[in-house]
């Protein structure tokens, strides 16, 4: 039996073998062709690259309102990511050393806006054991609201000076996995941080919050689905009284939902989320409320009246509801009239078309009149010619 060996083709060492693969930098791999969807000149994104030194500022967004510098550097390689609970110290100072904020071991969830916007943004740029200090400018602190509770007060469009100290990092738990009292602490922890940020106009951030909320509060895979839905996907460890209880925080915060969306105008989304409230709850007032003024601002006013009438039967002295019903007859007076003149612009104006009519019929009166008596007085006159014609013959 013969065996056939296939020759072996050593590499010609003459010319370079390739050169082993290093281990890429972060700003290696963000210029990768593969790496979609990320712009490498965003002050973000080059901020998130650096490693700056000591002492050094970093311009956080490129537009001077946000500065951070290491104070003590930390482990590198450690900066937290979203949703990662870092636990800090912090203290926040007016430019005139003033101490206005100071908290010890607070934990707060990256991007969940559990702070301000400033220390939000700094915190993903800092290392596990970092300390630094953070210019905020107003506009990413506590803006043209400023702050009157608690105090001392922050004046309107004030900037501030953090000290802060990232002391640890850890990933944030699997929900479905957390009793249910530690969701529902920290789901109506995220609603009341959503509640702050609804009172100072914050629509956008405040949707947020209550987004978040509903992922604690809502039993199920999907919080946006509905309640009934989620309801029975409900588990066997938890009872029905925790089960009411969590059901009861998860309808607040739907409706506080609705409230957030429809001052962003965002009507359909806030639709959505009081009907979420309507389907357990039909008789709740507050989401009744907002439904009318939901329907009111989409121009559905005859519907807008029908559901703020059924919230006045519950509360007939609810001044808020009796407004709004007394603004939505104005209007639908209003839409009634401009109706009838549409119809007479389409149809064209009875009044003018009946006054046309008559005139029209006088005419026409007047003409067969004058026609009867031009024929009346032609016979007359052939008649007479007759008459004269055999008196002379």
Same mark, same amino acid.
């Given at each position: 039996?013969? /065996?056939?060996?296939?020759?072996?083709?050593?590499?010609? #060492?003459?010319?370079?073998?390739?050169?082993?693969?290093?281990?890429?930098?972060?700003?290696?791999?963000?210029?990768?062709?593969? +790496?979609? +969807?990320?712009?490498?000149?965003?002050? %973000?994104?080059?901020?998130?690259?650096?490693?700056?030194?000591?002492?050094?500022?970093?311009?956080?967004?490129?537009?001077?309102? #946000?500065?951070?510098?290491?104070?003590?550097?930390?482990?590198?390689?450690?900066?937290?990511?979203?949703?990662?609970?870092? /636990?800090?110290?912090?203290?926040?100072?007016?430019?005139?050393?003033?101490?206005?904020?100071?908290?010890?071991?607070?934990?707060?969830?990256?991007?969940?806006?559990?702070?301000?916007?400033?220390?939000?943004?700094? !915190?993903?740029?800092?290392?596990?054991?970092?300390?630094?200090?953070?210019?905020?400018?107003?506009?990413?602190?506590?803006?043209?609201?400023? @702050?009157?509770?608690?105090?001392?007060?922050?004046?309107?469009?004030?900037?501030?000076?953090? +000290?802060?100290?990232?002391?640890?990092?850890?990933?944030?738990?699997?929900?479905?996995?957390?009793?249910?009292?530690?969701?529902?602490?920290?789901?109506?922890?995220?609603?009341?941080?959503?509640?702050?940020?609804?009172?100072?106009?914050?629509?956008?951030?405040?949707?947020?919050?209550?987004?978040?909320?509903?992922?604690? %509060?809502?039993?199920?895979?999907?919080?946006?689905?509905?309640?009934?839905?989620?309801?029975? @996907?409900?588990?066997?460890?938890?009872?029905?009284?925790? !089960?009411? #209880?969590?059901?009861?925080?998860?309808?607040?915060?739907?409706?506080? #939902?609705?409230?957030?969306? !429809?001052?962003?105008?965002? $009507?359909?989304?806030?639709?959505?989320?009081?009907?979420?409230?309507?389907?357990?709850?039909?008789? +709740?007032?507050?989401?009744?409320?907002?439904?009318?003024?939901?329907?009111?601002?989409?121009?559905?006013?005859?519907?807008?009246? /029908?559901?703020?009438?059924?919230?006045?039967?519950?509360?007939?002295?609810?001044?808020?509801?009796?407004?709004?019903?007394?603004?939505?007859?104005?209007?639908?007076?209003?839409?009634?009239?401009?109706?009838?003149?549409?119809? @007479?612009?389409?149809?064209?104006?009875?009044?003018?078309?009946?006054?046309?009519?008559?005139?029209?019929?006088?005419?026409?009166?007047?003409?067969?009149?004058?026609?009867?008596?031009?024929?009346?007085?032609?016979?007359?006159?052939?008649?007479?010619?007759?008459?004269? $014609?055999?008196?002379?013959?």
């Amino acid at each position: 039996m013969t /065996t056939t060996v296939t020759p072996v083709i050593m590499p010609d #060492l003459k010319e370079p073998l390739p050169e082993p693969e290093e281990n890429h930098t972060q700003a290696d791999f963000i210029k990768d062709e593969l +790496n979609f +969807n990320v712009d490498v000149n965003d002050p %973000l994104t080059k901020a998130s690259l650096n490693e700056p030194a000591e002492d050094e500022w970093m311009d956080i967004l490129g537009s001077n309102q #946000l500065l951070k510098k290491v104070v003590k550097a930390g482990i590198k390689n450690t900066r937290p990511n979203r949703s990662d609970l870092c /636990t800090i110290d912090i203290i926040g100072r007016l430019e005139d050393g003033t101490i206005v904020e100071e908290h010890e071991d607070l934990v707060v969830q990256l991007g969940d806006m559990e702070t301000i916007q400033g220390i939000d943004l700094a !915190l993903a740029l800092m290392n596990t054991e970092e300390e630094a200090e953070v210019k905020v400018g107003a506009r990413f602190g506590y803006g043209k609201t400023g @702050r009157t509770s608690p105090l001392p007060v922050i004046p309107p469009n004030t900037d501030l000076v953090y +000290n802060v100290t990232l002391k640890s990092v850890t990933m944030e738990r699997d929900i479905e996995e957390m009793p249910v009292a530690e969701r529902q602490k920290i789901g109506n922890k995220k609603r009341e941080r959503g509640n702050w940020w609804f009172a100072r106009d914050e629509c956008i951030i405040a949707t947020q919050c209550y987004r978040k909320a509903l992922d604690y %509060l809502t039993i199920g895979e999907d919080s946006e689905m509905s309640l009934e839905k989620n309801t029975e @996907r409900t588990t066997e460890s938890m009872t029905a009284e925790e !089960l009411q #209880l969590l059901l009861e925080d998860s309808l607040k915060v739907h409706n506080n #939902l609705a409230a957030a969306q !429809l001052k962003c105008e965002a $009507y359909d989304a806030a639709l959505k989320s009081v009907e979420n409230v309507l389907r357990c709850q039909p008789n +709740n007032v507050k989401a009744l409320f907002r439904k009318g003024k939901i329907l009111h601002h989409q121009g559905e006013h005859a519907k807008a009246c /029908t559901v703020l009438s059924q919230a006045l039967r519950i509360e007939p002295d609810n001044k808020a509801i009796q407004q709004e019903i007394a603004i939505l007859k104005k209007k639908s007076v209003k839409d009634a009239h401009q109706e009838k003149n549409l119809y @007479r612009k389409m149809l064209g104006n009875p009044a003018k078309r009946n006054k046309d009519t008559t005139k029209n019929d006088s005419e026409n009166k007047i003409v067969s009149k004058n026609l009867t008596w031009s024929l009346l007085g032609g016979t007359i006159v052939a008649v007479f010619g007759i008459i004269a $014609y055999k008196l002379v013959a």
